[in-house]
């Protein structure tokens, strides 16, 4: 097996947004801070910080120092290609705890052979799927992409009721967890920080169905938003309310504008 190096990627710097573009286009990276110790063909996969394993690629150069980066060394990448939807940082602990890297992962590394072999297995398996675990803990701990493909899952024509009862917890939970996440602590209603934090820690929010739950299925992250208590208490109890609930569907469009399902 080829020798498998993590490398990182950041999102202010721009290097989320061209891996997106390069696996888009079949585009290849000039330079990418990599191991000293890595050679032309070996494997890497790309971690960003609140989404995990990103993208997957191929060193098509040496590596040479960085001019610009006393000690570290940059080589050029190919074949990049996006991990749809990226796996999480918290599945990436569970399913490989034998990876300490994961511990604290803000460098590069080069894990050993057992390590990379399970990276490829996980990598592979989400690229199959393109699901993560459906689970109430695993979905609490999931990255944002990994929630939104879950809340929009539909069950298949031969799945059993006991597997359409699944996928329509799984997505009942995603949806809560995903809308949370995508406000990021700022209530999407009157943009204020919420109030209070819960017990462990994440600010107290409360997602909002702005229409009626179908009677088939639950609800899609378009049409929940995550409010503060005073602005869900308007929603539902304010004399404007009606007016209010619109306005917040209007906003709702604006949030979900990049996506299409």
Not at 32 to 48: A, C, N, Q, R
Not at 198 to 206: C, K, M, V, W
Not at 217 to 243: Q, T
């Amino acid at each position: 097996m080829k020798p498998l190096h993590i490398v990182q990627g950041g999102i202010d710097n721009g290097d989320k947004d061209f891996l997106e573009k390069a696996s888009r286009k079949g585009l290849d990276a000039p330079i990418w801070v990599v191991p000293k110790s890595s050679i032309p063909g070996d494997d890497v996969v790309i971690y960003v910080t609140g989404f995990g394993f990103f993208a997957t690629a191929v060193l098509n150069s040496s590596p040479q120092p960085r001019k610009d980066w006393h000690n570290r060394y940059g080589a050029g990448l190919t074949s990049i290609s996006l991990i749809e939807p990226s796996i999480s940082l918290a599945t990436i602990r569970r399913k490989i705890p034998g990876l300490t890297w994961a511990i604290y992962p803000r460098s590069i590394t080069t894990p050993d052979a057992n390590i990379a072999a399970k990276i490829h297995q996980i990598i592979n398996q989400r690229r199959k799927t393109g699901l993560p675990d459906l689970d109430d803990k695993a979905l609490s701990e999931s990255n944002i992409d990994e929630l939104r493909k879950v809340a929009v899952m539909k069950s298949t024509k031969t799945a059993t009721t006991k597997e359409q009862k699944v996928i329509y917890r799984a997505r009942s939970v995603a949806i809560k967890f995903y809308v949370l996440t995508r406000a990021n602590g700022v209530c999407e209603g009157c943009k204020k920080p919420a109030p209070f934090l819960r017990l462990d820690g994440t600010p107290y929010l409360e997602p909002h169905h702005t229409l009626k739950l179908a009677d088939d299925g639950p609800d899609h992250p378009k049409h929940v938003i995550a409010l503060c208590p005073n602005c869900h208490s308007k929603a539902h109890y304010a004399a404007d309310g009606e007016a209010f609930n619109k306005r917040l569907i209007k906003t709702l469009t604006q949030l979900e504008a990049e996506y299409s399902d």
